[in-house]
C-alpha cells in the first residue's frame, strides 16, 4: 500500500461542502485546517479499517518477537498476555 499524499482543506469547506468532502476519503485522507494549522484527518471507514488491523498485526509481532527473546517467557505465557490486551482492546 502505498503513502497517499493528504489533501489540505480549510474546515470551513467541510462546513460548506459536506458531500463533496466525504466522496473524497475513497481516494486518501482529507487534513482539515483550522487557522492554517492542521486540526483533524478524515479517512474512510475502509482506510481506518486497515490500519488497525495492521498496527494490531504489528503489535502482535512486537509481543511475539519479545516472548521469544526473554527465556522466562514461555508461549503460553504470550498467549495469556495476548488474550488480555485483545480484551481490554490495548
Given amino acids: ?10 474546515i470551513s469547506e467541510l462546513r460548506l461542502r459536506q458531500s463533496e468532502v466525504l466522496g473524497r476519503l475513497p481516494n486518501g485522507p482529507v487534513v482539515l485546517t483550522q487557522h ?3 486540526a483533524a484527518v478524515l479517512v474512510s471507514p475502509d482506510q481506518w ?6 498496527l494490531e498485526d504489528l ?8 516472548a521469544r527473546l526473554e527465556p522466562t517467557n514461555d508461549f503460553d ?8 490486551r485483545v480484551q481490554t482492546g490495548d
Avoid: S
Fill in 49 to 54: 479499517n486497515r490500519i488497525i488491523a495492521e
Fill in 36 to 38: 492554517g494549522h492542521a
Fill in 59 to 66: 503489535q502482535d509481532t512486537n509481543d511475539a518477537n519479545a
Fill in 1 to 10: 500500500m502505498g503513502i497517499a499524499v493528504p489533501e489540505l482543506m480549510p
Fill in 77 to 84: 505465557g504470550y498467549l495469556a498476555r495476548r488474550a488480555d
